[in-house]
């Protein structure tokens, strides 16, 4: 089906089926865990190393775009109603825990201001403007953003176009990103200065549904090794915040790593990496990322409220574990419920008949 062979785990009885990556769920849950690093230690231990743990977003980003266009293209030839069915389907996702949170949140008296409702709460936070709120959904705001437009360019944009739009949209990013740096707008939360990992992802889905990803094989682990020395050497400088110009290089570095570790996997069958990725115990905690991502500041509060008296390690476990049992339970008592429609709401297209 595709250069990466055996990493597709495919339907042997149908080859109309969207293209499945048992890897990429673990990907998704070591995201999710270094997010969670991240905010932990932000609030009981900051460690430098765990600075890096921020940069979770930005493998989600490269994530999903590979993801989302890896959908597009295989349906290219029955664009609107692919488009249809695309914003069904991601609606039945997003939507159901995303606005239920904000619901919960309010019926606790911790109402979230009208940016969230819209999914705009990113250009209030990128100008420093006070904003009540879960924070953390600045990032589902970048890609609901991201949403909006790129279906529309997978599958109208001529094919011969294509990488070079990618290319583009990494390159105004990217430059965005240095004039911005030069006012008092943070790019840290733009749609606009976190295009290029999404387009990065998008790259990687492009050249592999072309046949041309395993052309760069050779060439990822060193891109991702040069882009680790420049991620860890930034933030070590930083502190992980603050000096603007390394805010700029920490954005390339962490796209250039992680479309390279992706890659990467893409184009190496089998082997220990791609094994553990794909066993059940990461699959399952990427499965349930969504909401990990979503509930784990409440259960930082939580913990930081009930548990402050105990040591850190058992600080550590419960977090852990009441983050991955409230996901579980909204996975499988709500969030499943509702992407269980997509299937008689949005049927998948064939990709016979999409070309």
């Keep these: 089906m595709t250069s990466a062979g055996a990493v597709v785990a495919e339907d042997v009885a149908s080859r109309d089926r969207r293209p499945y990556y048992p890897q990429l769920d673990g990907v998704r849950a070591i995201a999710a865990m270094m997010v969670m690093a991240f905010h932990f230690s932000q609030t009981f231990v900051p460690m430098r190393v765990l600075m890096l743990g921020q940069t979770g977003v930005d493998l989600f980003f490269v994530l999903s775009g590979f993801l989302i266009s890896t959908i597009l293209l295989k349906a290219q030839h029955a664009r609107w109603e692919e488009v249809r069915n695309f914003y069904i389907r991601r609606s039945l996702r997003i939507f159901p825990l995303y606005f239920g949170y904000l619901v919960g949140a309010a019926l606790l008296g911790a109402g979230a201001s009208w940016w969230f409702w819209v999914y705009l709460q990113n250009f209030p936070m990128a ?23 790129w279906p529309f360019l997978v599958l109208f944009l001529p094919r011969r176009w294509l990488a070079g739009a990618m290319w583009g949209a990494i390159a105004f990013s990217t430059l965005l990103r240095i004039l911005v740096v030069h006012t008092q707008i943070s790019p840290f939360y733009l749609t606009f200065t976190r295009l290029d990992g999404l387009a990065a992802g998008g790259l990687l889905a492009l050249y592999l549904h072309l046949g041309q990803l395993s052309r760069a094989r050779r060439y990822f682990l060193p891109g991702a090794a040069a882009s680790m020395l420049l991620l860890v050497g930034g933030a070590w400088a930083s502190h992980g915040q603050g000096i603007a110009w390394v805010q700029v290089t920490k954005f390339t570095a962490a796209t250039g790593l992680y479309a390279c570790l992706i890659g990467w996997l893409l184009t190496h069958d089998g082997g220990f990496v791609n094994v553990l990725l794909a ?20 259960i930082i509060g939580i913990i930081a409220l009930h548990f402050a008296g105990f040591p850190l390690a058992v600080r550590l476990v419960a977090f852990a574990l009441l983050s991955y049992g409230a996901a579980v339970v909204s996975f499988y008592g709500f969030e499943k419920r509702c992407t269980d429609l997509k299937q008689r709401l949005a049927p998948e297209i064939p990709f016979e008949r999409a070309g």
């Design 279 to 298: 066993s059940r115990p990461m699959r399952a905690v990427g499965q349930v990322s969504y909401g990990l991502y979503v509930y784990h500041p409440a």
């Design 127 to 149: 100008l420093n403007l006070p904003l009540q709120g879960p924070n953390h959904f600045w990032s589902l705001a970048v890609e609901e953003q991201f949403y909006l437009v």
